[in-house]
């Protein structure tokens, strides 16, 4: 009975795919909102339909055909323990749609769950006219954090903002990014220039670090890159919003005899279920919307969404 329920909601989840397909845009066309904001119900229908088929059935597989890159590795790694966190309610509550002229397409939403306890900013994608909308980018609000309002332009209500556009900023995008990586590959030692010395993502990461390095018997080291700047808007006061993907790898050298272990229930524990012995690395995602503001102010995290998605 449960696999022709989850049959079933695949099938008409790729019927509504169907209808939503547009025709090609090619580059000589003048740009277009990337999505009619009639239509983000239908795309966010979708993401719940498939991504709840997936806890029902207990696994991770279904989730590709609605989330793409680092979102689906910190699910698909998530999925290993007890089958997912449940099912999920998120629908828009606000859109941000920008202009395009060709593809890749993408747009943003402040979205939450009906019980109101979860609120995320996220990023749906679409590379080509063949692709279906995936989502690519959805870091949670931090508690305290105010989200600025965007700038529009026209009819659109966002405004893209290209990596390395640093008009009225300190920083790009890009560098922006770069920076707070930066920081976050000198710690424990307090941010660098440019970063929010009180940054709730920072000193998360830092208390981590803490725990990892007193660990008796381990050598620790940790690592920090991330993916180039892909989406970007512009807030109404000049400064930035920017989506980055961080990658964190823990690394660990264990003296001989002696094992890390984690506790059950974590991603950690499923996927290593002896622990680590000799040498190891755990591998992190980290989604993270970081506020650049105008002029000369100091970067900082509004939001984030992470994970562990491998341990080697």
Known sequence: MRATRVLTAL??????????????????????PAIEESDVDDVYARYREVYNAAVDIASAQPLSVVERGSVLDIDTAAFQVDG??????????????????????????????????????????????VDTWALVAS??????????????????NAVAVTPDDDRGMALSPQAAVDAYVSTLSILPEQAGDGVARDDAFLQQMRDAFGQSQGLADVAFSQAWTADPVEYAVRTADGGALVFATLHRADQFQVTTGRTVTYPDGTVQKALAPEGITGTGTVRFDHQVLLLVPPGQGDVRVLGQFGGVVAVE
């Open 84 to 129: 997912g966190a449940g099912t999920t309610t998120l629908r828009a509550d606000e859109v941000a749609i920008p202009r395009f002229r060709a593809y890749p397409l993408w747009f943003m939403a402040v979205a939450s769950t009906d019980d109101g306890d979860e609120r995320r900013v996220q990023v749906f994608s679409r590379a080509s006219s």
């Open 139 to 156: 870091p949670q609000i931090v508690a305290e954090a105010v989200l600025p309002e965007l700038r529009a332009s026209g009819d659109a």
């Open 11 to 32: 099938i008409s989840c790729l019927a509504l795919v169907a209808c939503m397909v547009p025709h090609q845009r090619d580059d000589t066309q003048a740009s277009k």
